[in-house]
Nanobody
């Protein structure tokens, strides 16, 4: 059972940037076969897909202002990262990383139901 631990949440002023990191337990040979994703959930709203990266390293983004967020992975460190720029008050939410063992299957995973492992979801707060 893989465990995901996020870091990097906190308070930032509008227009600022944050980098969220998520480290997965287990060995690298398993991690390289995972599809990874980032979601967020604001209070009273549904969990929203932000970005995903396949085990092939193909990246894809949700239906929002894609240019502000960038997902990447480091298989040597068992880590997936979400770089967030120009954050706005409406970006306030809990941000979750997610994983699904996908190799050798291809395809993007865009819904919460697609993923089997989740982190705890650190809070990101943006002040005006």
């Amino acid at each position: 059972q893989v465990q995901l631990v996020e870091s990097g949440g906190g308070l930032v002023q509008a227009g600022g940037s944050l980098t969220l990191s998520c480290v997965a337990s287990g060995d690298r040979d398993t991690f390289v076969g995972y599809n990874l994703g980032w979601f967020r959930q604001a209070q009273g709203k549904e969990r929203e897909f932000l970005a995903g990266i396949e085990w092939t390293k193909q990246v894809y983004y949700g239906n929002f202002e894609q240019g502000r967020f960038t997902i990447s992975r480091d298989n040597d460190q068992n880590t997936v990262t979400l770089q967030m720029n120009n954050l706005q008050v409406e970006d306030r939410a809990c941000y979750y990383c997610a994983a699904k063992e996908q190799w050798p299957r291809g395809g993007a995973l865009r819904t919460a139901e697609d993923y089997s492992h989740w982190g705890r979801g650190p809070q990101v707060t943006v002040s005006s």
